[in-house]
């Protein structure tokens, strides 16, 4: 461990800012979350475990530049969801080099895994430029490079497709997808924090199952209690309403992440890494279902 560190933790009320901010909590840092809106009840409960709060927007370099100082470190995530992707890049190219001329001592960026693959897939490559940027701010770096979420299947994608029974994705039944729970990226990105020094300058694909729809399927329906039907339908059929993820899924079945699970497992074993059938044991499937 590097000694206590302050480390400026950007999507701090999102899943996997807010994933990263507790288990840094966890380990003793002190983090500085920063938020556009302080009294939000991620935020509040951040708070409470012993986060401090910094306002900040990535539209207001200077906000991100003030936030950023007298911190060791800055986690840097922004999403393609919310601005589009030419705005996911902008932020990223903006927080990163914010973070710099602060001072900070290491900026870890949240990326996806394969994107030095160039996969083509919109919402991957919008993050290529900020992983180029990166060598160029002066700064020790490190990248974390999340497979598919676990957590998207308690998520408004698929939450009202259980509800009724099914998972319907655009893959083969026999086709794997690797996976992340997210609080692994959580626990993965406190350690390369508190062991900065030998993590600088490395690009990590992270994942901590692999495995198939109907594989998916059948570990749900233990979890649940209910029974849970996979559906292979075609990426094409989601094409009309979002061709960045038809494409994604048509790139999972022709090529898909090739994160080296063994590895991590054994590289990083503080991380408690889940297996989709551990992670689905977790969560509150009586809430989540309910309705």
């Known amino acids: 461990m590097s000694g206590k560190l302050t480390v400026l933790v950007t999507g701090a009320s999102g899943n996997q800012g807010g994933a990263v901010a507790r288990a840094l909590l966890a380990k003793g840092h002190h983090v500085r979350a920063m938020t556009r809106n302080a009294d939000s009840p991620a935020i509040r409960a951040l708070v409470e475990a012993g986060a401090e709060v910094a306002l900040g927007d990535f539209k207001a370099p200077e906000s991100l530049r003030k936030a950023s100082e007298g911190a060791d470190t800055a986690f840097i995530m922004t999403t393609p969801f919310e601005a589009g992707l030419e705005e996911d890049t902008r932020q990223g190219m903006v927080g990163t080099s914010a973070a710099a001329d602060a001072g900070v001592g290491h900026i870890v960026f949240s990326s996806v895994a394969s994107v030095n693959k160039h996969t083509r897939i ?31 299947f308690v998520g408004p994608w698929y939450l009202p497709g259980l509800k009724e029974g099914k998972i319907v994705m655009p893959m083969p039944p026999d086709r794997k997808l690797q996976q992340v729970a997210v609080s692994d990226i959580g626990a993965f990105v406190a350690t390369v924090i508190d062991g900065r020094e030998k993590h600088f300058g490395k690009r990590y ?4 199952d692999e495995l198939t729809g109907e594989e998916v399927a059948a570990i749900l329906s233990r979890a649940t209690g209910r029974e849970i039907q996979y559906q292979s339908i075609s990426p094409d059929l989601i094409r009309a309403d979002n061709e960045d993820f038809a494409m994604m899924f048509e790139w999972f079945n022709a090529v898909g992440y090739s994160a080296d699970i063994e590895g991590l497992r054994k590289e990083f074993p503080e991380v408690g890494w889940h297996g989709f059938e551990d992670w689905a044991k977790e969560q509150d499937w009586d809430a989540a279902l309910k309705g």
Do not use: C, R, Y
């Open 122 to 152: 919109p919402h991957f490559e919008s993050k290529w430029p900020v992983e180029q940027h990166l060598p160029e701010l002066g700064v020790p770096w490190t990248i974390s490079a999340p497979v598919w979420f676990m957590d998207n």
């Open 205 to 208: 694909d992270i994942a901590g």
